[in-house]
Nanobody, 125 residues
């Protein structure tokens, strides 16, 4: 079955960096779009970044220029490199599999149907 294991979260000071990993199993990783989402306390889950089957990426405006998404199909892993972190980036981060693969990806939640368990990212001094 489809499974994700996220790792790499933790506590970091503002301006610091973290790299999240999402290890996937149960499906052919390079045939699908993959997204990273986050949910802060009391807020709805929001899309952060996605990578398409063709390795094109998209980022929500608040993380553009700071976050990079990539994948290593041989390792069956998708990464989210996060730089210049801000307190407002504090959230539980989830990776998710889209229902299909395409040239470009979007962060529309309804297009994603399998989710990891999440990893906590806390940005605080």
């Amino acid at each position: 079955q489809v499974q994700f294991v996220e790792s790499g979260g933790g506590l970091v000071q503002p301006g610091g960096s973290l790299t999240l990993s999402c290890a996937a199993s149960g499906f052919t990783l390079d045939a699908y779009n993959i997204g990273w989402f986050r949910q802060a306390p009391g807020k709805e889950r929001e899309g952060v970044s996605c990578i398409s089957m063709k390795d094109n990426s998209y980022h929500t405006d608040s993380v553009k220029g700071r976050f990079t998404i990539s994948r290593d199909n041989a390792k069956r892993t998708v990464y989210l490199q996060m730089n210049n972190l801000k307190p407002e980036d504090t959230a539980v981060y989830y990776c998710a599999k889209a229902r299909f693969g395409s040239t470009w990806c979007t962060l529309q939640r309804s297009l994603y149907h399998y989710w990891g368990q999440g990893t906590q990212v806390t940005v605080s001094s």
